[in-house]
């Protein structure tokens, strides 16, 4: 079976009844067929009906009856499902086609969670099949040495480390007269490589065992690049730096937000009023938005209060100062905190757990950050009071 990504179409079938989202499917009666081109593809039908779904793969090239179907050869499919293809540029650019209920390609983030390829389990040769691209040449300069690694157990094996004239070289088995050899449990071996377990409380148990030149064993840390683990079927290598953008300049929040946020780290959700309307600022503003005079009082309001408007976001913008974008699906509200009326609603995030059953007028109330810094973080977020 072919894999693009690291991932085959089947993969993603056979995970269809366990990603399925029956809060999303709330109405639906439809039939999804998925005609999956070249090699790797296949046929496959989805039916939602009662919050339930039923996934089906096809022996033939008849699909029946249908609200829509998709077209898309392989590596378009599992690109577009892993994230790695736009739908849209595959979409304009005739990769994938859709016939029928076009809408209701809309409704399929809200029937499914994302798909994540299963991540393999890391093993002793993985780690050592890195040990030649993670060597640093400049801080082995002038060594002319062999470091064994004696494994035993599952997955485990004997290899040596040939490092000579600036250059590593790794081969099955141990060399005669060692310059230093590790001698662990393969399974310690790949715990102590991922920071699980420290290798002084290993050493000290005799759970990792090094004979010959102690000085030569206390510099291969320098010697050798940090192991990162990663999905071993992942081809595609991604370079990030993530940086928030810094701008030369300082930024007052200004005195009423100042005070808001000052409030936070008591716990206590502050708005002011304004002296001729009445009308209480969620978050504090220095003026009135409608009578354009100063706003000084404050008074505290809520935790809890009422529903107004609550809206499940599928499609995330990406943050315009780091490019990432949150985990969907998540739900924004906005809260009429007590002690306010009208339209004087908070506008915040709502608790994930929540999503499926969350309600205009339903009560919920602010959950706190264990600690308080006077950050738009101190609420995490608002969940409903049952």
Known sequence: MSKYFGTTVDDIFNSQDKRFRAEGSEGMNAIFAYDIQGEGGGRWKLTIKDRACATEK?????????????????????GITIGKIDGTEAFMGGKLKVDGQIPLMMELPKLFTKYTPPQKDVTAADILATAEARFRPENAEGLDITVGYDLAGDGGGKWTAVIKDGKC???????????????????????????????????????LRLIGDMEIAQRLPKIFGKYEATNAEAAEELIMLKR???????????????????????KKILANVCPKCG????????????CLCGVDDFVEVGPEG????????????????????????????????DGCKDREALWHLLKDEDIVDIERGDRVRAVWAEHPTGSVHDIIYFEKVR
């Open 58 to 78: 096809l022996d033939s090239d008849e699909f029946g009856d249908y609200s829509v179907k998709i077209t898309a050869d392989a590596e378009t499919f599992v």
């Open 169 to 207: 070289a790794f081969e099955q088995g141990l060399r005669d007269n060692l310059t230093v050899c590790n001698i662990v449990k393969a399974q310690d071996y790949v715990d102590l490589m991922l920071g699980k377990l420290d290798p002084m409380v290993a050493f000290g148990a005799g759970r």
């Open 244 to 266: 928030t953008i810094s701008v030369d300049m300082k930024y007052s929040t200004g005195p009423a937000m100042g005070k808001f946020l000052d409030g936070l780290k008591e």
């Open 279 to 290: 009308r209480k600022q969620l978050p504090p503003r220095e003026s009135c938005a409608k």
């Open 306 to 337: 009422i529903v107004t408007f609550c809206d499940i976001i599928y499609y995330a913008s990406p943050d315009p100062l780091t490019g990432e974008i949150r985990e969907t699906p998540y739900g924004a509200l906005f809260v009429l905190l």
